[in-house]
């Protein structure tokens, strides 16, 4: 609109200068001097007007949405790559929708995230939007919805599990997430598929086993368990189907059969100074190589690569032994580290899909809509959750 009215004026200035011009003779400089002066004059009074309009349709735009002060929205850590995808999409889909709200970084404490809640709270918050750092119990959630129905103030967590109980114990309470265990699924079988067609390749020693490691984001983590589970299950399952043996776990001595992020921040320098480690003691020259790598998220399956690389292994040329590597979550980093033939896989967690959900119950929860209107019914799990799809990525899509 700005442009637009702009563009008029200026149009419309010079038709004037044209005409004046035109009709003035020698006088014709100072009448294109004054014919000029008006134009400016013309046009910013133009983007005036837009600016007071544009100003004014944000404000329809809130007051239509029924939103009756700040909305908070906590995120468990600003330094996850998904989580941040997430916040960009959300920030956007908020500001589009005019809703005014604060963003909270937990830096991966619980005990930080219950103190900005009750900060948010104070201030006069109204609707909770919680990206849970403690999931591996209800004691965290169930502890914001004591804190929120006493204010009587509607709370979205999303991301990480909330289980059916805790949210379904507040009539203003949902979950925006995914089937997690369907992520770990959809791994296994992917990696299944793709061992069966390149067995011989990936079977470095020719010992007919392929060994593995297991990269785990955080103990107690709903998704990082689920993923863990049958992201190995599930590509067993595909193995012996088509006469293959079972994956081994590259270090008998460890029978939890995975290493974790001992920091629960399910991150690339964990992952990274695991593999750096492996690699000093299994080589293809012992005959002992870890052959696949798997891992809860992309961070992490990223940190492997990057020491892969510095050990020789996974040269974006192709001259070198590319190991494959599977992830989580389809961030751009890994989608590019597919496209570049150095990790095979993963499972895209549509972060745009999400933001878009959460936006959408804020402005239903603000204006006395139902809670789960404009939201895709398929997607919708009784009263208490909206599960956001997930997909395969090999960069064949």
């Not at 591996?136 to 804190?147: P, T, Y």
């Not at 983590?221 to 590259?250: C, H, M, W």
């Not at 095979?344 to 959460?358: L, S």
Request: proline share 1%; glycine share 8%.
């Amino acid at each position: 609109m700005r442009l637009t009215k702009k563009a008029l004026a200026l149009t419309m200035a010079s038709c004037m200068a044209l005409s004046l011009a035109a009709c003035g003779g020698s006088s014709s400089s100072s009448t294109a001097e004054t014919t000029a002066a008006a134009a400016e004059t013309t046009a910013a009074a133009a983007e005036a007007e837009a600016a007071e309009t544009e100003a004014a349709e944000v404000t329809e735009a809130a007051e239509t949405a029924g939103i009756d002060g700040e909305i908070s929205v906590f995120y468990y850590t600003y330094g996850d790559t998904y989580i941040s995808s997430v916040r960009s999409a959300l920030d956007a889909d908020l500001d589009a929708k005019g809703v005014s709200y604060q963003d909270y970084d937990s830096n991966n404490s619980q005990t930080t995230q219950t103190e900005q809640v009750n900060t948010a709270i104070a201030k006069g918050t109204s609707l909770l939007v919680v990206n849970l750092v403690d999931s591996g119990s209800d004691d965290a959630a169930k502890n914001i919805i004591d804190l929120a129905s006493a204010q009587d103030i509607p709370v979205i967590f999303f991301n990480r599990s909330v289980s059916e109980e805790a949210v379904s114990s507040y009539d203003k309470a949902v979950f925006v997430g995914t089937d997690y265990e369907m992520a770990g699924h959809m791994q296994g079988e992917m990696i299944g598929e793709y061992l069966v067609e390149n067995y011989d390749a990936v079977d470095l020693n020719g010992d007919g086993v392929i060994s593995y490691v297991m990269f785990k984001g955080q103990e107690g983590n709903a998704e990082a368990i689920a993923r863990t589970q049958y992201g190995v299950e599930d590509a067993n399952a595909v193995l012996t189907a088509a006469g293959k043996p079972e994956l081994s776990f590259y270090d008998s001595s460890n029978t939890n059969l995975y290493l974790v992020d001992q920091d629960g921040a399910w991150s690339a320098a964990a992952t990274n100074n695991y593999m750096q480690t492996i690699l000093s003691q299994y080589s293809e020259a012992n005959g002992n190589m870890v052959e696949l790598v798997i891992a809860n998220n992309d961070e992490m399956a990223i940190g492997a690569v990057t020491a892969l690389q510095n050990g020789g292994y996974n040269l974006e040329d192709g001259s070198a032994t590319v190991i494959p590597v599977f992830g989580v979550d389809a961030t751009d980093a890994a989608k590019d580290a597919i496209a570049k033939g150095t990790m095979v896989g993963t499972i895209k967690q549509d972060a745009d899909g999400m933001a878009e959900t959460i936006a959408q119950i804020v402005v239903n929860y603000s204006t006395g809509a139902d809670t789960f209107a404009d939201v895709d019914a398929d997607n919708v799990v009784g009263t208490w959750r909206v599960n956001i799809p997930y997909a395969t990525y090999t960069g064949e899509e």
